[in-house]
């Protein structure tokens, strides 16, 4: 009877223990899916253009619309053709909306603004050789034009703004402000800022190369064209 008695627990202490073991792996099992998902490495885009080639990393970790939305032009060969329509030495070179014949490109429908969203998790600001979308004067209309920072641009960060409604205490352009209702603040145009998505991460010096180039008219532009035009042959992901 003492035989069979602990043959028995010895079975059941076994089960247990398979039980136990198949609930541990249910927990660490969606861990390790998440944390293999988080160590996928950022996309990557390589430009080629008549100035040279350049290659730039998305994170779409701080942005995922505005990546998925980039890249998605990318995928649909929308910016093969295009050139650098407005460049301003000190200050950034933009591209991705006209054709070699000043032509403006059809685009989808615009992308969600992320900027501050990305700001606030830690996303870059407006410095060298970060890649953002350009946009018309509405924070919404932003498509598939972009630009690249050739230098620190602070005036173009979006305003990260704080919790509570009314918001207790806000910083704009050095002034404190106290107690702001909040809907004032989040529908106010010039806090949104422009959304960084991205840096070049090879080819910058093409980037210096185009940046310095002479700019006057050119097309349905009065002011800073390239007077030798820069175009994009081609905008590919790096595999």
Do not use: C, W
Request: glycine share 8%; no cysteine.
């Amino acid at each position: 009877m003492t035989e069979m008695k602990l043959r028995s627990e010895s079975k059941f202490k076994m089960q247990l223990f398979a039980i136990i073991y198949i609930a541990i792996q249910a927990i660490i099992t969606p861990a390790t899916a998440i944390s293999q998902t988080k160590s996928e490495p950022n996309p990557k885009v390589q430009f080629t253009t008549s100035a040279g080639n350049f290659v730039v990393e998305l994170h779409a970790d701080k942005a995922p619309k505005t990546v998925a939305n980039f890249l998605q032009y990318v995928n649909d060969k929308h910016y093969d053709g295009t050139i650098f329509h407005r460049v301003i030495d000190n200050f950034m070179v933009q591209g991705g909306g006209f054709d070699a014949a000043y032509a403006e490109k059809k685009t989808r429908a615009p992308v969600e603004h992320e900027g501050q969203v990305a700001l606030a998790k830690g996303g870059m600001k407006n410095v060298v050789g970060t890649l953002a979308m350009a946009r018309t004067g509405d924070p919404q209309s932003a498509t598939a034009q972009f630009f690249i920072n050739v230098k620190d641009n602070a005036f173009l960060d979006p305003t990260v703004i704080p919790p509570g409604d009314p918001v207790p205490s806000f910083e704009y352009q050095n002034k404190t402000y106290k107690n702001v209702p909040r809907n004032q603040l989040t529908s106010s145009p010039q806090l949104f800022g422009y959304t960084v998505f991205g840096k070049v991460v090879e080819g910058m010096d093409v980037v210096t190369k185009i940046k310095a180039t002479p700019t006057g008219a050119g097309g349905p532009f009065s002011t800073d064209v390239p007077k030798n035009q820069i175009v994009i042959t081609s905008a590919t992901l790096v595999k």
